[in-house]
Nanobody, 125 residues
Framework: QVQLVESGGGLVQAGGSLRLSCAAS????????MGWFRQAPGKEREFVAA????????YYADSVKGRFTISRDNAKNTVWLQMSNLSPDDTGVYYC??????????????????WGQGTQVTVSS
């Protein structure tokens, strides 16, 4: 089992940057593929980015490709989401998620086993 705690959200102007962190508990973090999702008010949770267990494989939603970067450090039990050139459309609660036992990456919320509580990102125009 793993527990996830996100941090780094906040209010930023359009065009700005934020770096989200997700700290995981437990000694098996390196066995989990990790993902970031977001949910805007009145909308369904949507996939943002994912990274494989050791980090060589990453996958991004088209809407964030080229602007967001996912990375991880298994020694620190942490995954990050670097977000640049933010727009108001990026506003929402950002969730970190862990998917046990896959070798690649996953983009469906149902693929993930554990979720954090989320961190709010608000981008003003």
């Amino acid at each position: 089992q793993v527990q996830l705690v996100e941090s780094g959200g906040g209010l930023v102007q359009a065009g700005g940057s934020l770096r989200l962190s997700c700290a995981a508990s437990g000694r098996t973090f390196s066995r989990y593929a990790m993902g970031w999702f977001r949910q805007a008010p009145g909308k369904e949770r949507e996939f943002v980015a994912a990274i494989s267990v050791s980090g060589p494989s990453t996958y991004y939603a088209d809407s964030v490709k080229g602007r967001f970067t996912i990375s991880r450090d298994n020694a620190k039990n942490t995954v990050w989401l670097q977000m640049s050139n933010l727009s108001p459309d990026d506003t929402g609660v950002y969730y970190c998620a862990a998917d046990y036992g896959i070798t690649g990456v996953a983009s469906r919320p149902g693929d993930y086993d554990y979720w954090g509580q989320g961190t709010q990102v608000t981008v003003s125009s």
